[in-house]
């Protein structure tokens, strides 16, 4: 079984970043789309969208109006195409959205917003720009403006922009049979093996879940119970078809290492990634996850009281100093304090994938080839 290894740093996602170093384009119907959507204060949901493609070097640009409250609002574009707002209007502002380019599946784009007039005062505001790493189905705040008027229940409303990468529909229902494997080794080579299987798209991200590796802590204090240590690893998963017959996965995980006990919040430390790789039918990508480098647990000596002078348990980042000397177990002030980075810095954590066509599937098969040979 040919095996491609790909290493992932996990770290959290941030979402401010660099621009991105290659060019994408879009093709009509297809490629990068930006949608603005005003959402009310209390929902999660917009009420009114319009959005546009995204091409390089062009920035699409539409505006939203709210006349004499936030109960009036709308959006409209392209911005350049609109009629004068209306002379009434108490806020207009001009959103808009700047492809810079593609890397690893990541898109660059540069987000405006300018108040145009605030209140009804006529005069603009400066913009106001962020440069943000998207991903397919990723939201994004870009603004907000809150008014109170007579008559209207709405106080706030928040100004959101989404993005798509829009895809050949041929593509796009494309449907794989995904074999995720979870293996952990310990420093001694024990190793820890889990398997499930999922049918996934390009449309949505298809969650993995897998059971707790635990291990049992010995005691190092009389006082003390018996604690258990777990590590933890959920994600989600994404597939699409593209045109030269490989399919990009877009994988999101999340690692927890920590104390297994009934407490609130729980004894973990943890992280999270977005890894978006290429792949092909059949081959085996193995998704190296490191363990925790840094950061600790502290508990009370017995399961369930509390600790001397503070809460059930409490956790810390660490990261210099004290806390990254800490040993994986020790006893400090009557209280427990598990180290993730030392207990788990020799054991290994990964997930391997591998996608496979569903059987008997020859409607697929035919959509695929036709998309192929009109590339």
């Given at each position: 079984?040919?095996?491609m290894?790909v290493?992932?740093a996990i770290?959290?996602?941030?979402?401010?970043?660099?621009?991105?170093q290659k060019?994408a384009?879009?093709?009509s119907?297809?490629?990068?789309?930006i949608?603005?959507?005003?959402v009310?204060?209390?929902?999660?949901?917009?009420?009114?969208?319009?959005?546009?493609?995204?091409?390089?070097?062009?920035?699409a640009?539409?505006?939203?109006?709210?006349r004499?409250?936030?109960?009036?609002?709308?959006?409209g574009?392209p911005?350049?195409?609109l009629?004068?707002?209306?002379?009434?209007?108490?806020y207009?502002?001009r959103l808009?959205?700047?492809?810079?380019?593609e890397?690893?599946g990541?898109?660059?784009v540069?987000l405006?917003?300018q108040?145009?007039?605030?209140?009804?005062?006529?005069?603009?505001?400066p913009?106001?720009?962020?440069?943000?790493?998207l991903g397919?189905?990723d939201?994004?705040v870009?603004?907000?403006?809150r008014?109170?008027a007579?008559g209207c229940?709405?106080?706030a409303?928040?100004?959101?922009?989404?993005?798509?990468?829009?895809?050949?529909?041929?593509?796009?229902?494309?449907?794989y049979?995904a074999?995720?494997?979870?293996v952990h080794?310990?420093d001694a080579?024990?190793?820890?093996n889990?398997?499930?299987?999922?049918?996934?798209?390009?449309?949505?991200d298809?969650p993995?879940?897998?059971?707790?590796v635990t291990?049992p802590?010995a005691?190092?204090?009389p006082?003390?119970?018996?604690?258990t240590?777990?590590?933890?690893?959920?994600?989600t998963?994404?597939a699409?078809?593209?045109?030269?017959?490989?399919?990009d996965?877009?994988?999101?995980?999340?690692?927890?290492?920590g104390?297994l006990?009934?407490?609130?919040p729980p004894g973990a430390?943890?992280?999270s990634?977005?890894?978006?790789?290429?792949v092909?039918?059949?081959?085996?990508?193995a998704?190296?996850?490191p363990?925790?480098?840094?950061?600790?647990?502290?508990?009370?000596?017995?399961?369930g009281?509390?600790m001397p002078?503070?809460?059930?348990?409490r956790?810390?980042?660490?990261?210099?100093?004290e806390?990254t000397?800490?040993?994986?177990?020790s006893?400090?002030?009557g209280?427990f304090?598990f180290?993730?980075g030392?207990?788990?810095?020799?054991?290994?954590?990964?997930?391997?994938?591998?996608?496979?066509?569903?059987?008997?599937?020859?409607?697929?098969?035919?959509?695929?080839?036709?998309?192929?040979?009109r590339?």
């Open positions: 079984m040919k095996r290894i290493a992932v770290a959290c996602c941030a979402v401010i970043a660099a621009v991105a060019p384009g879009s093709a119907g297809t490629g990068p789309y949608q603005f959507g005003v009310k204060a209390g929902d999660t949901a917009p009420t009114s969208t319009t959005g546009t493609d995204l091409v390089p070097g062009t920035p640009a539409v505006r939203f109006t709210a004499q409250s936030l109960c009036e609002n709308g959006l574009g911005f350049e195409k009629p004068p707002p209306p002379a009434d209007a108490r207009v502002m808009a959205a700047e492809l810079l380019g890397k690893d990541a898109y660059s540069r405006t917003s108040r145009l007039r605030v209140a009804g005062a006529p005069d603009p505001e913009p106001l720009e962020q440069t943000v790493s397919d189905g939201r994004v870009v603004d907000m403006v008014d109170t007579p229940a709405i106080p409303v928040t100004i959101e922009a989404k993005f798509f990468v829009r895809q050949d529909p041929a593509l796009a229902q494309a449907v049979a074999d995720v494997w979870f080794k310990d080579g024990h190793e820890w889990q398997h499930l299987t999922a049918n996934v798209n390009g449309a949505v298809v993995l879940v897998f059971k707790d291990f802590l005691k190092i204090d006082a003390q119970d018996e604690f240590a777990y590590v933890r690893v959920a994600g998963l994404r699409r078809a593209r045109h030269d017959g490989l399919v996965l877009d994988l999101n995980t999340q690692r927890s290492a104390l006990l009934p407490s609130s430390y943890g992280s990634t977005r890894k978006a790789i290429t092909r039918l059949g081959e085996t990508t998704i190296e996850i363990q925790p480098s840094s950061g600790y647990v502290m508990t009370a000596l017995r399961i009281e509390k002078g503070s809460g059930v348990m956790g810390g980042a660490g990261g210099t100093g806390q000397s800490l040993p994986a177990m006893i400090r002030d209280r304090v180290n993730p030392a207990f788990f810095k020799d054991h290994v954590t990964r997930l391997l994938i591998r996608l496979r066509a569903p059987a008997a599937d020859s409607e697929q098969a035919a959509r695929l080839e036709a998309a192929s040979n590339d």
